[in-house]
Nanobody
Framework: QVQLVESGGGLVQAGGSLRLSCAAS????????MGWFRQAPGKEREFVAA??????????DDSVKGRFTISRDNAKNTVTVYLQMNSLKPEDTAVYYC?????????????????WGQGTQVTVSS
């Protein structure tokens, strides 16, 4: 099992920045590809970004490309994934979820991930 805990959400004005963190513990070797998803009220959960184990490959949804940056730090017993969000827009408002899966590769679908965090709220005011 892999446990994921997100932090860093909050309220920010449009144009501002936030940095989300996700700490993975447990069988961290199963956290091969890690990703961020988000879900706005009344909408389905959608892909935001993903990163490979080494951090050498990153993937972004077109809606956040150039504004968000995903990175990770692989320590011995804990893996931490970050999502730096710049130039935030009101449409970025959502609950942001961290996810992990044991397979490599792009991983942009909800069903491709085995482990999920509890989510952290991001609200961008206009």
């Amino acid at each position: 099992q892999v446990q994921l805990v997100e932090s860093g959400g909050g309220l920010v004005q449009a144009g501002g920045s936030l940095r989300l963190s996700c700490a993975a513990s447990g069988r961290t070797f199963s956290a091969n590809t890690m990703g961020w998803f988000r879900q706005a009220p009344g909408k389905e959960r959608e892909f935001v970004a993903a990163i490979s184990w080494s951090g050498g490959s990153t993937y972004y949804d077109d809606s956040v490309k150039g504004r968000f940056t995903i990175s990770r730090d692989n320590a011995k017993n804990t893996v931490t994934v970050y999502l730096q969000m710049n130039s935030l827009k009101p449409e970025d408002t959502a609950v942001y979820y961290c996810a992990a899966r044991s397979a490599a590769g792009r991983g942009t679908a909800v069903g491709q991930y085995h482990y999920w965090g509890q989510g952290t709220q991001v609200t961008v005011s206009s």
